[in-house]
């Protein structure tokens, strides 16, 4: 029988819709290829993309190994004042912001999960570094990083890349998050994800696979197939605040995950986002807990999502999950 389950956090509701249930091999993957030929993001074709504003050097036998660059097609520019502009009853600003490229690879990689575990952890110290430095800017709210790996997910070039854009306000999702997260420290005295990640790895049946500082879950209000949520085991609001022993864990996970992930699905496209808490204001966030959220494209979101607000999945998160376990990765 279909089930009805509200996310703790956010408090939407999805349907479980057990009756649809699908193994992995039912979902038909979209293998839509990207462009290829000449590649601007690889080694030596730097004159191609604008300067960058961060190189993290590889050694002696390359310049790099991960790049990070201005978007040539920015949503939001870096320079302008945050003029707020009122139209009788709508509001907007003016579209200040900051949008980047982590160009993750120096060598033409199409599969984060083919890099070195070192190399991941590179780049997630490249995130680490931008936000760091776009926090100075007193226009910016937060940041939001976010990876697109393959046309169906979004990405519009093949080597392998992430984005960060840097906005003037907090954007829906987080705005939820914050909210549901502290309606639940006020009501609990604890940390909300802290709660799921005690109680996920006490009952064993939605986690993918952890270490000492990492777990990476299948959420119990699952929105989509074989959705995955990574979350360090240690509370910290701010993404940023993360050292190098903790990316090195992330990174492992993260490559396990999508190796897992690939095997299992025919190498989906997927979306990755990174959730943290908007830049220091004075405000409290410490009931907030940083994140990241992983969505292989496998489904549609159709009429009955957008005008509702409800996502049906018709894979539950523990069955996900127990595929996911039993995937053996070398």
Not at 223 to 252: G, K, M, Q, T
Request: charged share 25%; aromatic share 8%.
């Amino acid at each position: 029988m279909p089930m009805l389950r509200k996310d703790p956090i956010a408090g939407r509701w999805v349907i479980i819709a057990t009756e649809r249930a699908k193994r992995p091999r039912e979902y038909q993957v979209d293998t839509e290829s990207l462009p290829s030929g000449f590649c601007p993001f690889c080694a030596g074709n730097e004159d191609s993309t604008p300067d960058p504003v961060a190189i993290y050097p590889k050694g002696a036998d390359q310049d790099w190994s991960v790049r990070v660059i201005p978007n040539k097609f920015p949503a939001l520019q870096t320079t302008g004042e945050l003029t707020p502009h009122t139209e009788g009853v709508y509001e907007g600003l003016a579209g200040v912001g900051a949008h980047e490229v982590i160009i993750e690879a120096a060598e033409h990689v199409s599969d984060l999960a083919a890099l070195p575990v070192d190399q991941i952890a590179t780049v997630l110290r490249a995130w680490k570094d931008r936000i760091n430095d776009l926090r100075n800017d007193e226009r910016l709210e937060c940041a939001v990083v976010f990876k697109n790996h393959g046309a169906a997910a979004g990405a519009s070039l093949e080597h392998t890349h992430s984005q960060l854009i840097a906005l003037p306000i907090i954007p829906k999702r987080l705005s939820e998050e914050l909210v549901g997260s502290k309606r639940y420290y006020l009501a609990h005295d604890r940390c909300v994800y802290c709660d799921i990640v005690a109680q996920e790895l006490d009952e064993g049946t939605r986690v993918v696979c952890s270490d000492d500082k990492v777990v990476a879950l299948t959420p119990f209000a699952s929105r989509f197939p074989f959705e995955l949520w990574i979350l360090p085991r240690e509370h910290d609001p701010w993404y940023e605040n993360s050292d190098d022993e903790l990316f090195a864990s992330v990174a492992a996970v993260l490559k396990r995950v999508l190796q897992k992930l690939n095997r299992a699905l025919d190498s989906p496209p997927f979306n990755l986002m990174l959730h943290s808490a908007p830049f220091p204001d004075g405000d409290d966030v410490s009931h907030y807990h940083w994140h990241l959220e992983l969505i292989p494209k496998l489904t549609k979101v159709a009429g009955f999502e957008w005008g509702t607000g409800f996502y049906i999945n018709p894979t539950s998160p523990e069955s996900a999950a127990e595929h996911l376990r039993e995937i053996e990765i070398d």
